[in-house]
């Protein structure tokens, strides 16, 4: 299968890393790592493997690099082509718990669930920004998170005009029904000039402190395109990326 050395070097990087949220989610929430704690997340489904960074290089604030590489450029129907998502994420506020809060986040390139069949965009083609909103019920074994977000494509479905859309996204996160782990739906797209079709994905989360593992299954509502089956993993490092040093 196309996909399965992906998914090896992908769980074989899991033997390296020490690491807890959100992997090949649309969604965020707002909780955001420790200062000077960094984040892999490799990610591989049926249509595109992934890869990110994350580090909390200051209090407060995450920066991520992330990679995703297409099986087949879908614009061309032909040989595979990787994009980039450079972005920045800031905790406004949470709680004492640190479940529920708000946060914001900006970049340029784009997360595979905002594009419409047919479309890759590369770093600086795309920039964007959204809020995070993540709010929890019944001690927290529900919370929900939800993002509202712009977005400007400079290039639209490769003819050289720009547009602008307006991204939605929403997630629900179920504990205590399976142990150590939550089952997890989010529904997410893009309108506007700039669009994507509604769609879903949902799956299972396996959390333990230093690390999560998640299996997702994702389509657009109708069928038109999607992720498909995916397998997703998170680490945590210690606090060593500090900018200035770590205290």
């Known amino acids: 299968m196309r996909f399965l050395i992906p998914l090896l070097l992908a769980l074989a990087a899991s033997l390296f ?6 992997q090949q989610f649309n969604s965020d929430n707002q909780w955001v790592a420790p200062h000077g704690v960094a984040t892999l997340v490799p990610t591989v489904g049926e249509e595109y493997a992934q890869m990110y960074f994350t580090a909390a290089l200051i209090p407060e604030w995450e920066f991520n690099a992330q990679f995703t ?9 032909s040989d595979s082509y990787t994009v980039t998502n450079l972005y920045a994420k800031h905790r406004i506020s949470q709680n004492e718990a640190e479940t529920q809060g708000y946060a914001f986040m900006f970049g ?3 997360f595979p669930g905002h594009l419409d069949q047919g479309q890759i965009t590369q770093g600086f083609d795309t920039f964007w920004a959204n ?3 993540t709010y929890g019920w019944a001690n927290d074994r529900l ?5 509202p977000g712009v977005l400007y494509n400079q290039d639209i479905d490769g003819t050289g005009e720009g547009g602008w859309g307006f991204t939605w996204s929403s997630r629900l996160a179920i504990y205590d029904v399976i142990p150590s782990s ?3 739906g989010e529904v997410f797209g893009t309108e506007g000039e700039a669009s994507s079709p509604a769609s879903y994905r949902f799956g299972v989360r396996y959390e333990r402190k230093k690390w999560l593992l998640s299996a997702t299954y994702s389509n657009a509502f109708d069928g038109s395109t999607g992720a498909g089956f995916e397998l ?3 680490y945590f490092t210690e ?6 040093g770590c205290f």
């Open 69 to 77: 590489h297409y099986y087949d450029d879908p614009r061309t129907d």
């Open 182 to 184: 939550a089952l997890v």
């Open 108 to 110: 340029t390139g784009l």
């Open 143 to 147: 919370l929900l998170d939800v993002l």
């Open 232 to 234: 997703g993993i998170m």
């Open 17 to 22: 890393a020490t690491g807890v949220n959100a």
């Open 239 to 244: 606090p060593r990326c500090c900018f200035r």
């Open 131 to 133: 809020g995070i909103a």
